[in-house]
C-alpha cells in the first residue's frame, strides 16, 4: 500500500511537470501562444486563434499526459493501480471542468482508467500463464 501511495505522489508530481512543460511549449510555438502574449498583429483572427487554444492543450497537452502517466502509474502501482491512475491524472480533468469543458474532463478520466487497465490485464494474463506453466511441469514430472 506504501508502494501505491508514493507512486501515486510521484505521478502527481510527473502530471504537474508535463502539464507545465507542455503549456510552456505550446505558448512558444503556436499561434495561440502570440496571441495569449498580446501579439495579435500577425495573426489574422485573433479571437478564433483564442477560442481554438483549448482544442489545441487538450489535444497536445493534456490527452498525451493522461496517457503517459496513467500508464506508467498502472505500471508501477500494484494494488488499486486503476484507482492510482486516476487520482494522479486528476489535475487534467479538473483544469478541464474549470475551464467550463466538463466533457472532456470526462474523457480524460475514461483514458486514465482504459489505459491503466492494461498493465492490470497484462499483470492477469502473466499470473494465468505462469500457473499454466506450472501445472505442465508438474505433470510432467509425475
Given at each position: ?106 474523457i ?28 505442465i ?6
Open positions: 500500500m506504501i508502494r501505491t501511495i508514493i507512486v501515486t505522489l510521484a505521478a502527481i508530481c510527473l502530471t504537474l511537470l508535463l502539464l507545465s512543460f507542455g503549456t510552456a511549449v505550446v505558448l512558444n510555438t503556436t499561434e495561440f501562444g502570440k496571441v495569449a502574449a498580446g501579439h495579435t498583429e500577425s495573426v489574422a483572427d485573433p479571437w478564433k486563434t483564442f477560442y481554438q487554444g483549448q482544442t489545441i492543450f487538450f489535444w497536445y497537452v493534456d490527452l498525451p499526459t493522461t496517457l503517459i502517466v496513467g500508464l506508467l502509474t498502472a505500471t508501477f502501482a500494484k494494488r488499486l493501480s486503476i484507482i492510482s491512475a486516476v487520482i494522479a491524472t486528476s489535475p487534467l480533468p479538473a483544469l478541464m471542468l474549470v475551464a467550463g469543458d466538463v466533457w472532456k474532463g470526462f480524460l478520466i475514461i483514458c486514465a482508467v482504459v489505459v491503466a487497465l492494461v498493465p492490470v490485464w497484462a499483470r492477469r494474463e502473466h499470473e494465468r500463464r505462469s500457473k499454466h506453466e506450472k501445472q511441469a508438474g505433470n510432467h514430472s509425475n
